[in-house]
């Protein structure tokens, strides 16, 4: 993923553990859980993005996920910044916004939505790479028979973050982590 030169980053704990955050000059660029795949390299090292605690978007962030995640916040009211993947990605993330609080959908309906519905595999990778996890919900993508099926964040907080939206689950056992 390329991301903005001008990005900055800051992190939060969370009931559901660390998050680290990042925004460039067109919005939120990033939300990662620690230890999530797919984590970007900028994070951390010599070339990490500078840290920015002040930055308005990363404030709002922070301020609207707590909100999220306390059950007083349904939707996210945030500019993003989608422009680090493809553009095949990016109309993944963006379809991946029509999916309400507390609904779920399917890889391969959203690979029908896209109108591409022999892209099901391609759609779950874009999927897993999502940048900006809980704002851009992967978390409401299950397998075709409603099993929870990989999230790069990990099935426990997918679990959790389906549990507080009040979204219907099947009873089934959680799949193996695949995709996001």
């Known amino acids: 993923m390329q991301f903005h030169p001008s990005t ?6 969370t009931r559901l553990g660390t998050v680290r955050l990042a925004a460039s000059p067109l919005g939120l660029a990033g939300l990662w859980f620690d230890g999530q795949r797919h984590l970007p390299a900028q994070l951390d090292g010599p070339h990490a993005w500078p840290h920015d605690p002040h930055h308005p978007v990363l404030v709002a962030a922070i301020e609207q996920l707590q909100q999220y995640l306390r059950g007083e916040r349904t939707r996210f009211e945030l500019p993003l910044d989608l422009a680090g993947g493809t553009p095949f990605q990016q109309d993944v993330w963006r379809a991946l916004l029509s999916v309400g609080c507390g609904h779920t959908t399917s890889y391969a309906a959203l690979s029908q939505q896209l109108g591409r519905p022999t892209a099901v595999r391609a759609v779950g990778a874009a999927v897993g790479r999502n940048p900006i996890s809980v704002v851009v919900p992967c ?8 099993s929870l099926t990989g999230y790069a964040g990990g099935l426990e907080r997918k679990g ?7 979204a219907a689950l ?9 995709g996001a």
């Open 8 to 13: 900055v980053q800051t992190s939060t704990a």
């Open 139 to 146: 978390h409401r993508v299950l397998g075709k028979d409603g």
């Open 160 to 166: 959790a973050l389906l549990q507080l939206e009040g």
């Open 170 to 178: 099947r009873p089934v056992q959680m799949q193996g982590e695949v």
